[in-house]
């Protein structure tokens, strides 16, 4: 990957990682409105993979891979933000959902089942699991953790720290707390679907041919089993001591891309 005079081959490593390239694009997609064209996510992929290239000094190998998969995703993100790629209509849906599942499991104490949800809102259940897929790409990835106000991303701010505000692990313990009991609550179709999806990486049409589903099913469930975990971690971290003020030591998470 190196050329004859011991620079990195720019053409040879993006022969290389294309493949890389691809399979987060395709994994990515699963998040993404049916509107979103695989071909425009890959090209932004490309880009941030030779970004990834431009920067990274440290010679090849297992590290530049991980610096790479951030800079990759980064800038998939990052084009499927300016083009605005997720309907208004479909943020308001996924609210709806978000707020009919608090209430079921607050009143029943277990996971609402799909007939459940679509009789809370009024629908018959094919126009609900409709609105699953039209609305997937609600997203639990927030601003900052991929760019400032000077455009310098996650990966560049927090490579290399070693100090930690002691509030900031504390708040982030109590969410991932928050987030292995609603995981480990998740209707047992959706926690190996999910599974399968972030821990064995597959992609929609491998994991439907696991579960036996269509690729638009398990399309229906990711958004539904997101939908849960939201509706379950943001009510966690929101309900705590009632009239407690604003945080101290750091300022508000921006609003979360939905």
Not at 63 to 80: K, P, S, W
Not at 180 to 188: Q, S
């Amino acid at each position: 990957m190196y050329d004859a005079e011991g620079n990195p081959d720019k053409n040879q490593l993006v022969e290389t990682y294309a493949p890389l390239v691809k399979r987060l694009a395709y994994h990515l997609m699963a998040k993404l409105p049916a509107s979103v064209l695989i071909d425009d996510v890959i090209q932004n992929g490309m880009l941030g993979l030779l970004d990834a290239i431009n920067r990274f000094e440290d010679g090849l190998g297992a590290q530049f891979e991980t610096y790479a998969v951030q800079r990759i995703r980064g800038a998939m993100l990052d084009g499927l933000r300016e083009n605005d790629w997720l309907p208004r209509s479909a943020r308001r849906d996924m609210r709806r959902i978000e707020t009919a599942i608090h209430s079921l499991e607050q009143r029943n104490g277990r996971p609402p089942t799909e007939i459940e949800l679509a009789e809370a809102l009024d629908m018959p259940l094919a126009d609900y699991q409709r609105m699953l897929q039209d609305a997937r790409g609600h997203q639990l990835v927030h601003f900052e953790d991929f760019t400032d106000e000077e455009g310098e991303d996650y990966f560049e701010r927090h490579l290399g720290e070693h100090e930690s505000n002691p509030l900031d692990v504390l708040e982030e313990a109590d969410t991932r707390a928050a987030l292995v009991r609603a995981i480990n609550d998740l209707p047992e179709r959706e926690k190996l679907m999910m599974a399968l999806y972030y821990d064995e990486e597959l992609n929609l049409r491998e994991i439907g041919e696991v579960l036996g589903v269509s690729e638009s099913r398990v399309c229906q469930l990711h958004s539904q089993a997101v939908a849960r975990l939201r509706a379950r971690v943001v009510g966690a971290v929101s309900a705590k001591a009632p009239g407690s003020g604003p945080r101290r030591g750091r300022p508000p998470k921006k609003p979360a891309v939905a």
